[in-house]
């Protein structure tokens, strides 16, 4: 039988303090009888013999074992697996298992008042982290803790609490794909091989231990760069809005004699259909949707940006070809037998960037679409303005209110000219 041995000394955590039975339940969350049993069963070792002398590292440990005795595995199971040595917990002393916080000495409640913030905004850091909501007598995280002085910098700043309730729910949310994302191929690429090689689960660790501790500080800062790659252009985009505003307000936002234009064509009820009919039928919609657009938009001198799932985003050199490919779009859909489209466009200055175009045209665009009923092609007032003519009429709805944009806006019906 193969047994784990100890690690390479380099890839563990050098965490030298000690903790009392007592420190150690309060660090990990449970009472002073679970770590005596789990003690009794092997899976904790004391640090000498000193009685209830553990390692800081046993808090790691311990969390890991109550998650697995919740998930229905027996403690008696894992302590004999331990014992035998076809079960090792070792690789909690890696240094990049340091995410596995221990629980501080402040509660919600406590940490809520002493900073001065909403309780249910300092609870919701919680939530952000992957964990189930916690009651406000629940104790912090030590990693935790250390969100706090940003939200307690914002919100000094005047920005809401609840803002920043959502903000932190939408930071959790990106940041638990691109955790779920790295431990698939950590499990996929690096633990299977190990196994279809015939080493037991206790081994994997130890076999791995070198690896992911020069990983984890590599890993922090490509993703860290990654983030402000993101950052830069979601600033610029805030950047190129803020300056349009303030051109017009200051009354210097000239009309462009020549404004690009942005188009967005939605399938009315292709959600509703795709479900219905399942993905095989999902994926003939998609190409056949493919093949109309591309054809089209490039013989009016446009391109598709992006696919939506239930539409497509263009850019268009100029509005009037941009409203003629829009009307054959529609008309097309209805030959090709696919759901009704919907058309929604707007001309104006727009930023590119990454292969996108952002900016007030591009969200007035899609408000407008927004607003389209099947078969129409509904325009601003700009694309009206800029547009050629070139077989198309337009009638005016008047001045409509769209969702998201402040101010009402005029529109129009686009037709072709009998």
């Known amino acids: 039988m193969e047994k784990a041995h100890s690690t390479e000394e380099k ?121 189930a909501q916690p009651s406000p007598d629940d104790l912090l995280r030590d990693n935790e803790l250390e969100i706090l002085p940003m939200l307690e910098l914002v919100v000094a700043h005047g920005v809401r609490p609840a803002a920043m309730e959502r903000a932190l729910r939408g930071y ?24 279809r090689a015939g080493k037991p689960f206790g081994m994997v660790g130890e076999l791995t231990a070198t690896f992911a501790t020069e990983l984890v500080p590599l890993a922090d800062r490509a993703i860290l760069a990654l983030y402000h790659g993101h950052q830069a252009n979601a600033w610029m985009r805030n950047i190129f809005e803020g300056v349009e505003m303030a051109l017009a307000s200051a ?42 657009v591309q054809g089209t938009s490039g013989r009016y001198g446009g391109r598709p940006v992006k696919w939506l799932g239930d539409g497509v985003m263009f850019y268009f050199r100029e509005p009037g070809p941009a409203v003629r490919a829009a009307l054959e779009m529609v008309q097309g859909a209805t030959n090709a037998d696919l759901p009704p489209a919907h058309v929604g466009l707007d001309a104006g200055p727009v930023l590119f960037q990454g292969g996108d175009y952002f900016g007030r045209t591009v969200n007035l665009a899609a408000r407008i679409a927004d607003y389209a009923r099947p078969g129409e092609v509904v325009v601003s007032h700009e694309v009206v303005e800029a547009s050629d003519g070139g077989g198309v009429t337009f009638s005016e709805i008047g001045p409509v209110e769209l969702k998201g944009v402040t101010g009402p806006v005029r529109l129009h019906v686009a037709h072709r000219s009998t």
């Open 11 to 131: 890839a563990y955590s050098t965490e030298e303090k000690a903790y009392s039975t007592e420190e150690l339940a309060r660090r990990s969350g449970v009472e002073a009888s679970y770590i005596d049993q789990l003690h009794e069963l092997g899976v904790l070792r004391r640090k000498g013999d000193a009685p209830g002398s553990f390692s800081a590292t046993d808090v790691r440990r311990v969390s890991i074992v109550r998650s697995l005795e919740e998930g229905g595995l027996p403690l008696s199971r894992i302590g004999e697996g331990i014992r035998t040595g076809w079960l090792s917990l070792d690789f909690v002393e890696q240094t990049s298992y340091e995410r596995f916080a221990a629980l501080s000495g402040e509660s919600f409640s406590e940490v809520a008042e002493r900073t001065s913030l909403p309780l249910e905004l300092v609870m919701a850091i919680r939530e952000a982290t992957g964990s």
């Open 172 to 195: 959790g949310d990106g940041i638990r794909r691109v955790a779920d994302t790295e431990s698939g191929w950590w499990r996929s690429d690096v633990i299977e091989p190990v196994l």
């Open 251 to 292: 009354g210097l936002h000239s009309r462009l004699e020549h404004p690009p234009a942005i188009c967005f064509l939605d399938l009315t009820g292709y959600t509703r259909l795709t479900d219905e009919r399942g993905d095989e039928a999902a994926a003939d919609l998609a190409r056949r949707l493919s093949g109309l």
